[in-house]
């Protein structure tokens, strides 16, 4: 995501009436089938950033850089799910959800030299123990972004090396927790680790170099490509996947040079990430884009990196309105009165079923689909021990609406995870920025549902009765 995108309040076309997020009967999200759940990830949520043997991430680096997160603030605490992990699962099952994704912190489960961390694997075996007993299907992410520092300090995903230690990651996670697991996937949205983490600085390591974002991206994929084999072999049952997240672009004007600029910024966005695993190629407009910025690639790659999904996971935020830059390039000029959230990102569910159909037609491969990730933030407040976060029930209202309407266009979607289960670490926005669909005070750490939580409970136990 661009997770820099200019902070605006305004709603405009909000419709605080359409407050029941319950789709219409013909919806189908109906279908007992489409699975319904909620996603954290590791670094945003556990804390305990030092306990049982859990080295050090780059995001505790990073987070340590004066200016680099709002407000200074740092996962070392988070929403201290390390300790109340039982509380938040009975608090995920209280309402109702049907599935969670969540996040192994590699930190935590491996030292050095590779060998196996007792304690942080007990504490995901118990987790995903429990949640198995509770009957919910498990989605988890190897790699949500928190390297483990001593790997960056040898070059991250710039050093080619990285790829058979993530194999080898890979390969502990899925031998300890195979049976916990319905769906494993590789890595979370690397367009951002690569894009924000090598090419613009905004994200941890906070390196800033077009051609390092091109490589660290080639070695993201790579390192996908080669884990998808072994978490095969190890858990044949479970499903394996990855998880990219796509964005919208719009031009600003009819005009030629400006439509080239929208289909510049799909490509940059979606195609980086999407042709290589689903085509078994970059898309060559990439480097008329960003000339001179191809990776180095060695024989068999591509071929390593399109290796069979059984599923593609789907994040998807808002829309970027852009135009040419009279070069080869293109830049963004942000929209006027569309509604925003906290994010300052753009209200636009269009953008998602149009994308789904899209892609549906480009890749004729195009493993079933899972949204892992929806929602937005909003400045939610509790006031009389209610939050009454009226801009997010229209948007997931809406948003379940446009996933309606690409299953409807033929697009084989599975399920839809909100982004987040609570409020937690924001990245690069810290605190500030509230996802969830609980409310955490940071103060105290108390869990509170919000109206729109409440209202996912009421569907999910009205969508459990039906026969
Ligand atoms: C996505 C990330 C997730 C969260 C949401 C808002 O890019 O995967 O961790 O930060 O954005």
Redesign the pocket.
């Given at each position: 995501?661009a997770h820099d995108a200019a902070f605006s309040s305004s709603h405009s076309s909000f419709d605080p009436s359409s407050e029941a997020l319950t789709p219409p009967g013909d919806s189908s999200l109906w279908r007992k089938d489409f699975l319904l759940g909620a996603a954290t990830?590791a670094y945003?949520i556990e804390g305990a950033a030092t306990e049982d043997g859990r080295l050090a991430s780059i995001w505790d680096t990073f987070s340590a850089i004066p200016g680099k997160v709002l407000a200074g603030d740092t996962g070392a605490v988070a929403c201290d799910h390390y300790h109340r992990w039982e509380s938040d699962l009975d608090l995920l099952t209280s309402l109702n959800f049907e599935a969670y994704r969540l996040s192994i912190a590699w930190p935590r489960v491996m030292d050095e030299a590779g060998r196996p961390n007792r304690k942080g694997l007990d504490f995901y075996k118990r987790l995903l123990g429990t949640l198995k007993d509770k009957g919910l299907q498990t989605f988890v992410t190897l790699y949500?972004w928190d390297l483990p520092q001593h790997l960056e300090d040898r070059g991250g995903w710039l050093n080619r090396d990285i790829v058979y230690r993530f194999a080898d990651y890979a390969d502990l996670m899925s031998r300890e927790l195979a049976g916990h697991v319905d769906a494993w996937a590789t890595l979370?949205?690397p367009w951002?680790s690569a894009f924000l983490g090598y090419g613009n600085g905004h994200h941890a390591p906070g390196l800033a170099d077009g051609r390092f974002a091109t490589q660290a991206m080639h070695h993201l994929l790579l390192a996908h490509g080669m884990a998808v084999p072994v978490l095969r072999a190890n858990d044949p049952a479970s499903k394996k996947g990855i998880v990219a997240?796509i964005g919208r672009g719009s031009a600003n004007s009819s005009s030629a040079a400006d439509g080239r600029a929208a289909h510049l910024f799909e490509v940059q966005h979606n195609a980086w990430v999407l042709d290589p695993l689903l085509k078994g190629e970059y898309p060559q407009d990439l480097w008329h884009l960003w000339p001179g910025t191809e990776p180095l690639v060695l024989e068999g790659d591509p071929k390593t990196i399109a290796a069979p999904l059984d599923f593609l996971g789907i994040?998807y935020?808002f829309r970027t309105n852009v135009e040419s830059d009279g070069g080869h390039g293109m830049v963004e000029v942000p929209l006027e009165g569309v509604e925003r959230t906290q994010m300052g990102w753009e209200v636009y569910p269009d953008g998602l079923r149009d994308l789904l159909i899209g892609f549906n037609r480009t890749y004729p491969n195009l493993p079933p689909i899972y949204i892992t990730?929806n929602g937005m933030a909003s400045d939610d407040q509790v006031i009389d021990g209610q939050v009454n976060d009226l801009q997010r029930i229209a948007f997931l209202k809406r948003h379940f609406a446009a996933v309606d309407a690409a299953i409807k266009e033929g697009v084989d979607i599975r399920g839809y995870f909100v982004?987040s289960l609570m409020d937690n670490f924001?990245?690069a926005f810290g605190y500030e920025r509230r996802?969830g669909v609980v409310h955490v005070d940071y103060d105290t750490q108390r869990r509170t549902p919000k109206r729109s939580a409440q209202l996912i409970a009421k569907f999910l136990s009205e969508r459990a009765a039906k026969a």
């Open positions: 995501m990830a945003q949500h979370n949205e951002c997240n994040n935020y990730e982004w924001e990245w996802f």
